[in-house]
């Protein structure tokens, strides 16, 4: 069954470093998306990507945030100068085209970042 | 913002009986609605979703309810297994338009514990 593979699974990084988180979508999607979930909170939106450009963000997703598709296989999450509130489990989905939301989404497994 | 709420933050229900877990919605703009299984360190797995054009959708053990004058919705397991023993997502989206990406907006999640 395809699948949405993120890597590294785990990432620790300092405060104030940059840190890019990576996902492979399944191929044959065309809406990209990327999630947070704060220890114990509910998954929260940040992005969602499809033709090459952001169609969506939320207000979480500041200047700090980026995204990009570099070679048509990867879709990555690049946050410039990481906060201790920045730590979080990031998972990125995707979804193929139809209507609205009438397939449902995959999720990759999820990268945990840890600000220290 | 609160837009999907999930009140009951744990539920308990032994095996073989029928596990109900409920979803609120208050944004009437949500025209599709998901539930989503997660177990730790793992990413959210889609098992569910229901149009807002419909009041029950089916798949094998599983079947959603919508009540849409009561913004409410639930998701019934059974005969419920230990193997359903996870954090279970209700999740909402609505149609912006052909090319917008439609993001999922969560619940907090309800922990389901299927007992022997």
């Known amino acids: 069954e395809p699948e949405v593979t993120q890597t590294p699974s785990h990432q620790v990084t300092q405060m104030g470093q940059e840190v890019i988180l990576r996902c492979v979508p399944i191929s044959n999607h065309l809406y990209f998306y990327w999630y947070r979930q704060i220890l114990g909170q509910k998954v929260e939106f940040l992005v969602s990507f499809y033709n090459n450009e952001i169609s969506e963000k939320s207000e979480i997703f500041d200047d700090q945030f980026s995204v990009e598709r570099p070679d048509g296989s990867n879709f990555t999450l690049k946050i410039r100068s990481t906060k201790l509130e920045d730590s979080a489990m990031y998972f990125c989905a995707s979804r193929p085209s139809g209507g609205g939301g009438s397939y449902g989404y995959t999720f990759g497994s999820g990268t945990r970042l840890t600000v220290v | 913002d609160q837009q999907v709420k999930q009140n009951s933050p744990s539920l308990s229900v032994q095996e073989g009986r029928i596990s109900i877990l409920n979803c609120d919605y208050t944004?009437?703009?949500?025209?599709?609605f998901l539930w989503y299984k997660k177990y730790p360190a793992e990413g959210p797995t889609f098992l569910i979703s229901i149009s807002s054009i419909k009041d029950k959708n089916e798949d094998g053990r599983f079947t959603v309810f919508l009540n849409k004058s009561a913004k409410h919705l639930s998701l019934h397991i059974v005969p419920s297994q230990p193997g359903d023993s996870a954090v279970y997502f209700c999740a909402a989206t609505g149609k912006k338009g052909v090319r917008t990406a439609s993001k999922l907006t969560f619940g907090t999640g309800t922990r389901l514990q299927v007992t022997l």
């Open positions: 944004n009437s703009m949500f025209d599709y």
